[in-house]
């Protein structure tokens, strides 16, 4: 079973950066869709951004232009650029890989956005 680690979380004020990894303990060159979602408190999880058919991608209205979804196969990892940050980007997010027969989860990592 494929194992998901992330990192790069953290506290950063308003307009600034941040750059989540999420590395796979197995090939994510076979996934059939990978992603980035988030969860505020008392809120449902959402997609932030994701990629489709190993190509295409998706994101959120809230993120378009300020976030950018991006891979490495060769180090089997999953980035999350995330740029010009808002207190409304404050979330636990989540990366998640969906293979033929299965689906992984990493572990939450928490952003707050404040100053």
């Known amino acids: 079973q494929v194992q998901l680690v992330g990192s790069g979380g953290g506290l950063v004020q308003p307009g600034g950066s941040l750059r989540l990894s999420c590395a796979a303990s197995g090939s994510i060159f076979s996934a059939n869709a990978m992603g980035w979602y988030r969860q505020a408190p008392g809120k449902e999880r959402e997609l932030v951004a994701g990629f489709i058919s190993g190509v295409s991608t998706n994101y959120a209205d809230s993120v378009k232009g300020r976030f950018t979804i991006s891979r490495d196969n060769a180090k089997n990892t999953l980035y999350l650029q995330m740029n010009s940050l808002k207190p409304e980007d404050t979330a636990v997010y989540y990366c998640?890989?969906?293979?033929?027969?299965?689906?992984?989860w990493g572990q939450g990592i928490l952003v707050t956005v404040s100053s």
């Open positions: 998640n890989i969906k293979y033929k027969y299965f689906e992984v």
